[in-house]
């Protein structure tokens, strides 16, 4: 499912809604756990997941800065934001009833520092949610890279076919 996109606030905003296969314990530990992160978030994570907690986001890239974040909500297992450098992510759980098998409704909000790198923030964040739903599934996802990878300039370009702002540098 794609997101969409709006600037409700001062800041313009990706929103996804995935419903994942999964339990809810299991989703929220694949959001909080660095070494469940580690497969499908765009860079390894450290850090504690409290309120308050500091984050640190390391792309192991020649020319990638790491960035620091900051836990600003956390309610196990249903909610956690925290500050991505000059983004704020979102996330919220909520546990569906599916009779015998679990499942979990994710949903994802992304308030962007600059509404430019929509499109191209939307489709990094697409890969990764379809690595998220894939690791919890199988238990191992492709580790997640920093890579243009053409799953990635698919997704690109719908969204620019959608009319998201696609204006910001693209990672080489």
Known sequence: MHASFETTTERP????????????????RAITEPSELEHWFPCAVAGE????????????????????????????PR???????????HFELEPLDAGERPATR???????????KAARDAAGWHVCLDRLDRQLAAG?????????????RGHYDEYRRRGFPA???LPT
Do not use: K, Y
């Open 13 to 28: 905003t990706l929103r996804f809604e995935r419903r994942l296969e999964h339990p809810l314990d299991a989703v929220w």
């Open 167 to 169: 204006d910001a540098p």
């Open 79 to 89: 909610r956690l934001s925290f500050t991505w450098g000059d983004d704020q992510l």
């Open 140 to 152: 191992a996802a492709t580790a997640s890279t920093n890579q243009l990878t053409d799953e990635w």
């Open 49 to 76: 997941f409290r309120l308050g907690g500091r984050l640190s986001f390391d792309f192991h890239a020649d020319g990638v800065d790491s960035i620091t974040g900051e836990v600003t909500a956390i309610d196990p």
């Open 106 to 116: 994710l949903r994802f909000t992304v308030e962007l520092d600059t509404r430019d």
